[in-house]
């Protein structure tokens, strides 16, 4: 599976802030918000493009515009902080959105929300969470969409451990990972270290 990891100095810098414990809520969407828009500018750099004639106040030109907008899949709660910003970049993308929450018990993800296209061949679509820990979530958000018969996945995240990128990678299915960082590994209570904690939390408050 390709994982592309964001090599970037602003990226560092967005990322030091959602890690640091002391950022609030504000400053951590925001942060979020920024970043998003780094892995997204990374995510759609090799998309095929559409030539187009363009006249500009002086003369005529070519220009081009992305051939297939991705659809854009928020993974709740998480994953919301994510949309707004890719949404704003690509503005003619479509969005699905699923739900899912882990059991903070046994780290298994609880769906509570599917809301998405029924066909999804020939889309490619960009899978928004900030988390890959076990993978669990994000596996069943990929299994969502190749049961819609979807064959050209990105799945975007600011932090991922080493176990989740495993996960993926030992499901087969067509999914490539761009990410802020690739951390240490799990805790006991599956919590990427060091991580930055409870994403959903931090943007929104305990659940
Ligand atoms: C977080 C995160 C991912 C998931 C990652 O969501 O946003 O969706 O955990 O963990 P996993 O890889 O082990 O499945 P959470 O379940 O805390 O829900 P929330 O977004 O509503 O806070
Ligand atoms: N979900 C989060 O929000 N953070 C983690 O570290 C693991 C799962």
Do not use: W
Not at 31 to 50: F, G, K, N, R
Not at 189 to 207: E, M, T
Request: aromatic share 4%; proline share 9%; hydrophobic share 45%.
């Amino acid at each position: 599976m390709p994982v592309q990891v964001v090599d970037h100095p602003l990226a560092a810098a967005r990322l030091a802030t959602m890690r640091d414990k002391g950022t609030d809520n504000p400053a951590f969407r925001a942060a979020l918000s920024d970043l998003t828009q780094m892995l997204v500018y990374e995510a759609l750099a090799d998309a095929p493009s559409t030539q187009v004639t363009i006249q500009t106040p002086i003369a005529t030109c070519t220009g081009s515009r992305l051939a297939k907008p991705p659809l854009l899949v928020p993974v709740l709660r998480a994953g919301l902080g994510m949309v707004e910003q890719a949404h704003a970049m690509v503005p003619e993308a479509l969005v699905g959105f699923v739900g899912v929450a882990r059991d903070e018990a046994t780290a298994t993800p609880v769906p509570y929300l599917e809301s998405l296209p029924d066909d999804l061949a020939g889309q490619p679509v960009f899978v928004l969470d900030p988390m890959l820990a076990t993978g669990g979530s994000m596996l069943h958000t990929i299994e969502l969409l190749v049961a819609r018969n979807a064959t050209d996945i990105t799945v975007l995240c600011v932090v991922s451990a080493p176990e989740g990128i495993a996960a993926l990678e030992k499901s087969g299915h067509p999914v490539r990972l761009v990410v802020g960082a690739v951390d240490d590994g799990l805790n006991e209570a599956s919590y990427i270290v060091p991580g930055l904690g409870d994403a959903g939390d931090r943007q929104f408050g305990p659940r």
